[in-house]
């Protein structure tokens, strides 16, 4: 699962209109675990909040932000939470 994390992006959270409920990595582990999951990789701060924004949009530029997590913990603001059904 990968989605806003609202511990680091409360500020603009609900400038979405399908962002109706707070939800950090921490509360979807442990939805995702009470329903039978095993979460297997939660990292807190992946993606920026959007992509939209003064520079234009770039796959490169993206693939070269993937391959660096250092610059995760300072741009990311969305959550990635990977679980699996045993």
Do not use: I
Not at 10 to 29: G, T
Not at 44 to 72: E, H, I, K, N, Q
């Amino acid at each position: 699962m990968l989605g806003p994390n609202f511990r680091y992006c409360a500020k603009h959270y609900f400038d979405c209109a399908d962002h109706s409920v707070a939800l950090s990595h921490v509360a979807v582990a442990e939805h995702l675990h009470a329903s039978g999951f095993r979460v297997t990789r939660v990292t807190p701060r992946f993606l920026p909040y959007s992509f939209r924004g003064t520079l234009p949009a770039s796959a490169r530029l993206t693939r070269t932000y993937l391959r660096f997590p250092p610059a995760w913990r300072l741009l990311g603001k969305q959550f990635l939470v990977v679980a699996e059904k045993p």
